[in-house]
């Protein structure tokens, strides 16, 4: 079946770089995602990748995608405090009745100053 | 453009008893869902409806009903709360892929349900 997997928890310095890792497991998905939520917050999208791309750059943001090993990342340049917070990654399952997004766990990110 | 509301953000409610949490949508979107989030253990999709007038069940609908009446409100009932159903839940819609749409969703800020 399908599944996201991600790793629960990253800890950087202030100033550092933040790679977020995740694995999926249908490889006919359209896009590829990346939510953000804030403490007390729902979720909101971050950024994204379309299957036919390798990477995506978006100001501090850059995606990586590895078709071949199913594999997505999530890297924040410049990692601030106002980064903190839990990354979900997510893909799409279309030709299924739901029409739904498969998200991972979760990764919460801790910024130390 | 208020997106995804969600009513009320907290509650508490006795084992027992029966509650409904709100959901409404402006975006015009056919697609909502519902979904529980525990500490770590990611997002669940409880139930979930392509239309008006069409819902289905998600992975955990245990002790849970919708009904989806309008294409806007998709409200979410809890009958005869329980402890387990101590959880943040997520409103969500999402439109088709026509017209440049991403096909993302768009989550509500969240209700926060504890029962004792």
């Known amino acids: 079946g399908e599944d996201v997997e991600q790793s629960l928890f990253l800890s950087v310095r202030e100033g550092d770089s933040s790679v977020i890792n995740c694995t999926y497991t249908d490889s006919s998905s359209t896009y590829l995602y990346w939510y953000k939520q804030e403490p007390g917050a729902g979720l909101q999208l971050l950024t994204y990748?379309?299957?036919?791309?390798d990477m995506k750059q978006d100001q501090r943001l850059t995606v990586l995608l590895n078709k071949k090993d199913k594999h997505l990342s999530l890297r924040i340049a410049d990692t601030q405090t106002g980064d903190s917070a839990i990354y979900f990654c997510a893909e799409s399952i279309y030709g299924g009745s739901q029409g739904n997004l498969i998200f991972g766990k979760g990764t919460k990110l801790s910024v130390k100053p | 453009n208020a997106g995804v509301t969600q009513t009320p953000k907290f509650r508490i409610l006795k084992i027992g008893q029966s509650m409904t949490l709100q959901c409404t949508q402006d975006?015009?979107?056919?697609?909502m869902y519902w979904y529980r989030q525990d500490p770590g253990m990611g997002l669940k999709l409880i139930y979930y409806s392509v239309g008006a007038g069409i819902t289905d069940k998600g992975e955990v609908p245990n002790g849970y009903n919708v009904s989806r009446s309008t294409t806007e409100d998709f409200p979410l009932r809890l009958e005869l709360a329980a402890p387990s159903q101590t959880s943040v839940y997520f409103c969500a819609s999402k439109g088709g892929l026509a017209g440049g749409s991403l096909g993302e969703l768009f989550f509500g800020e969240g209700s926060r349900l504890t029962v004792l």
């Open positions: 975006m015009n979107h056919n697609y």
């Open positions: 990748i379309f299957s036919n791309m």
